[in-house]
């Protein structure tokens, strides 16, 4: 076949595009880089026509090419004759053309202002929480049917989620709460050092463990683990549609699927919120005997008196919420999951994410409603 060729003629106002041999991918389409570069030349241009009369064949390759002169030329209002194109080409360019932008197009263009974004967000943030309290009652009635004898779930699922979130998190709490622990009698080791107070490195760990740091650490980290595995486990259940298929043989997916996985990590938490402030304690004894030489007996009786039962019960009480939260938050993400494998990954990062900040606040409040109620 004959190689495009490509010949242009200057016209007073206007430019005429002589195509000759084959305008075809395979042989090779020049350019619109210069066909471009030739219409910015001309300033006073106002008009584009074409002589396809030797031209021997042509494909989707002269079309792109055309369609960028064209995009050009309507931008700067310079007139297409089109009428020395082939029939098929003109058509074909027409309809091209003719295609409306696609919705949405320009506003994704558009820059937006600051008020915008914000609004967006506070919108975005009020359905997320819309959605959380929707699902967090629904989770509420399921464990009423618990409490009656009337919810249909499987007791070995139960039983299997138990000891993942429980035995199988024991490796990982234990050595978060250790270096927690550690951390804090070693930052404490060191100032209370200049006033020579360092006994009581022991009522600050001991403390700090168990009536928040313990509780905290550990629900960040059944967030990262548990949480995580939850929105991933139903998010392929609804991409497979196995939630789709349970409903319609009439099982209810919070009985079913939700609420064993609720109430493994109501159970678990304050368990491994217990371990977690020994672990704790353990760590902060071995900065206070090896920096602070206080013996082993010194540090666990000081602990014994700083700690009181109410700083106890605070620390297992929040453990449990935290416990609902990361499972609340992502057996809602995965259910809620969309039905491609993208999704599944975004809603495991959205579970991760939403559980550790949910955490946080709640931490927060329940702190200051401690106080105020002075436990």
Not at 78 to 87: M, R, T
Not at 143 to 168: E, F, H
Not at 237 to 260: H, K, R, Y
Request: charged share 15%.
């Amino acid at each position: 076949m004959e190689q495009a060729k490509l010949m242009v003629f200057p016209q007073q106002d206007s430019l005429l595009f002589q195509l000759s041999g084959s305008w075809m991918l395979q042989t090779g389409v020049p350019g619109a880089d210069e066909s471009l570069r030739q219409l910015r030349s001309g300033t006073a241009i106002r008009r584009v026509a074409f002589d396809a009369s030797e031209m021997r064949g042509w494909d989707s390759g002269l079309l792109t090419w055309l369609l960028a002169l064209a995009d050009y030329c309507n931008t700067h209002a310079i007139d297409i004759d089109s009428s020395g194109l082939p029939d098929g080409v003109v058509r074909l360019l027409a309809l091209a053309c003719a295609v409306p932008p696609r919705e949405g197009a320009q506003r994704s263009v558009r820059k937006k202002s600051l008020i915008s974004d914000i609004g967006n967000d506070t919108l975005d943030a009020a359905r997320i929480t819309g959605e959380f309290m929707r699902f967090f009652g629904e989770s509420v009635l399921s464990l009423l049917n618990l409490l009656r004898g009337r919810a249909v779930y499987r007791r070995s699922d139960l039983w299997l989620i138990i000891q993942d979130a429980g035995v199988r998190a024991l490796p990982i709490v234990s050595l978060v709460s250790f270096l927690v622990g550690l951390i804090l009698a070693f930052v404490g080791a060191i100032q209370l050092q200049n006033f020579g107070a360092g006994i009581y490195v022991a009522d600050l760990v001991g403390i700090a463990m168990t009536r928040e740091m313990a509780a905290i650490m550990t629900g960040i980290i059944m967030a990262g683990r548990t949480g995580a595995a939850y929105a991933a486990e139903l998010g392929s259940m609804s991409v497979n549609e196995e939630i789709d298929a349970l409903q319609t043989c009439g099982f209810s997916a919070m009985e079913f699927l939700v609420l064993p996985r609720m109430l493994a990590l109501m159970l678990m938490m304050p368990l491994l919120a217990v371990y977690a402030d020994l672990m704790g304690i353990l760590g902060g004894a071995v900065v206070a005997v090896a920096i602070l030489d206080l013996t082993w007996l010194e540090y666990f009786i000081q602990v014994t008196k700083a700690v009181s039962l109410a700083d106890f019960s605070v620390g297992i009480f929040m453990s449990m919420v935290f416990g609902i939260i990361v499972a609340v938050i992502g057996c809602l993400n995965g259910i809620k999951c969309g039905r491609n494998s993208q999704a599944v990954g975004m809603a495991t990062t959205s579970a991760v994410v939403s559980a550790i900040v949910m955490i946080v606040i709640a931490s927060a409040v329940l702190t200051v409603i401690f106080d105020v109620l002075g436990i």
